[in-house]
């Protein structure tokens, strides 16, 4: 569906089904030089299990307008009033890499439009080797090959896409070949540059979880020990993934559906 914005289109997926009603709404962000179709293997369930779901495109992403946003901060604030001007507030967001991000940040900054967080890839800092940065800047197609071959896990290398004749490495990459010009580089930059994740963890006050593959090269685990900390008091909860990389959403479908239907339900 498309709708308006702060004046700007945004286009969303919302499983087939509409966002109006009184059921628990489930926004999802997804990261880097992606759009909402990363969600494609979950938002049909979520919408269809009693919750009404809108995976967004951010802006400059996907179908909605540009320019993309070139902070994480100014994501989380556009983020939150998104879901308000929906009205979906107060949501389940569940973010992916970048995407986590912008909904900690959401939520720190505007505390009544989050239900619950769910953070799938994600870690207290995300660093960008300089020579991927360079490549995304002057949209080398190699930097979508370089995030695909690095971030997915041992598993999907040789196959196992939930749906049959699908190819995982090829999805992806072709994902971040179509991302609008200097959107890429852009985003990388954003989340270089980012150091207020554990900072925006310590003012959340929703229940959360993280679900991290054990794979995962783009986002080590080790990384998300600082966030994890910084929530404190019993309000984190960490799901880990076998055999699984930085895109748990599409290389793990059903266990990653399995798990934000188990942390909607905690919530």
Known sequence: M?????????????????????EPAVVLVHGAGGDR??????????????????AVDLPGHGGSEGPALSSI?????WLAGATEALGL??????GHSMGTFAVLEAAAQRPGVARSLVLLGTA??????????????ADDPVAGRLITSWGIGSRA??????????????????LLDRARPGVLGSDLAACDAYNGAEAAAARVQCPV????????????NKRAAGMIDALGDGRARTVYLDRVGHFLQVES???VRKAIAAALARA
């Open 253 to 255: 479908p059903i266990q």
């Open 124 to 137: 207290g800092a995300m660093p960008v080797h300089p020579a991927l940065q360079a490549a995304a800047d």
């Open 73 to 77: 901060e100014q994501m989380g604030e």
């Open 2 to 22: 498309e709708t308006l914005v702060d004046g700007r289109v945004v286009r969303c997926a919302t499983g087939g089904r509409g966002i109006g009603g009184d």
């Open 89 to 94: 507030a107060p949501a389940h967001l569940v």
């Open 209 to 220: 979880t993280l679900v991290l593959g054990r794979e995962d090269r783009m986002t080590p």
């Open 157 to 174: 290398h040789t196959g196992g896409h939930a749906s049959p004749g699908m190819w995982l490495i090829g999805g992806n990459t072709s």
């Open 37 to 54: 179709t990363v969600w494609q293997l979950q938002t049909r369930w979520i919408a269809h299990h009693g919750y009404r779901a809108a």
